[in-house]
């Protein structure tokens, strides 16, 4: 059974700094990888998505890696903004059967002014 | 465009009573989804559909029910509402499956928030 792990589970850095969040995967056989951005007490925004043939994908200040072969994902904020501030979560498809997305628990970045 | 919309944003069930959970989309989607997002853990997908009469269970259906009358509308029904139903419910919809290589994205509702007492 397929199984996402994010650490931290939270992170707090000064506004301006550079940083990884960091998404691990159990099952190496994905299609995709998924990085999402969840405000509180709201739904899940889409940040960037990179397929299984790709390295990378990168989205203005966010750049997200995928190595396979660990099972590992990155996502690397640059210059961070207190706007940052929300929760990270990370999802990947199942390789076969229901049509289901495995979430991460999330990493919950707080940046401070 | 209104994307996902999600109804009752907050709602107050006793044990056992019954209840739906609207969600409607306007992007003419095939694909929609219903999760669960317990505190502190990831989002777990209850039921799916792959278009208009057509739904499947996902990881953790029971004591929920769904259908997909029309391609916009996928309500979600509990019935006999217990306290380990309380929960936030999500709704989310995609154009195609999460296999696909095209990349399409997924919307989600912003949620409702169900307490179960």
């Known amino acids: 059974k397929q199984e996402v792990t994010q650490i931290p589970a939270a992170l707090s850095v000064p506004e301006g700094e550079n940083l990884v969040l960091n998404c691990s995967f159990t099952?190496?056989?994905?299609?995709?990888l998924q990085w999402f951005r969840q405000d509180p007490g709201k739904g899940l925004t889409s940040l960037l998505l990179i397929q299984s043939s790709q390295r990378e994908q990168t989205s203005g200040r966010l750049n997200a890696s995928l190595d396979k072969s660990s099972g590992r994902s990155t996502l690397y904020i640059a210059a961070s903004q207190p706007g940052d501030s929300a929760t990270y979560l990370c999802?990947?498809?199942?390789?076969?059967?229901?049509?289901?997305?495995?979430f991460g628990t999330g990493t919950r970045l707080t940046v401070i002014p | 465009n209104a994307g996902v919309t999600q109804t009752p944003k907050f709602r107050i069930l006793k044990i056992g009573q019954s209840m739906t959970l609207q969600c409607t989309q306007d992007m003419n989607h095939n694909y929609m989804y219903w999760y669960r997002q317990d505190p502190g853990m990831g989002l777990k997908l209850i039921y799916y559909s792959v278009g208009a009469g057509i739904t499947d269970k996902g990881e953790v259906p029971n004591g929920y029910n769904v259908s997909r009358s029309t391609t916009e509308d996928f309500p979600l029904r509990l019935e006999l509402a217990a306290p380990s139903q309380t929960s936030v419910y999500f709704c989310?919809?995609?154009?195609?499956?999460?296999?696909?290589?095209?990349?399409?994205?997924?919307?989600f509702g912003e949620g409702s928030w169900l307490t179960v007492v």
């Open positions: 099952d190496s056989a994905i299609y995709n």
């Open positions: 989310a919809s995609r154009h195609e499956g999460h296999r696909s290589s095209s990349g399409n994205t997924i919307y």
């Open positions: 999802a990947v498809p199942l390789p076969s059967g229901a049509n289901n997305l495995f």
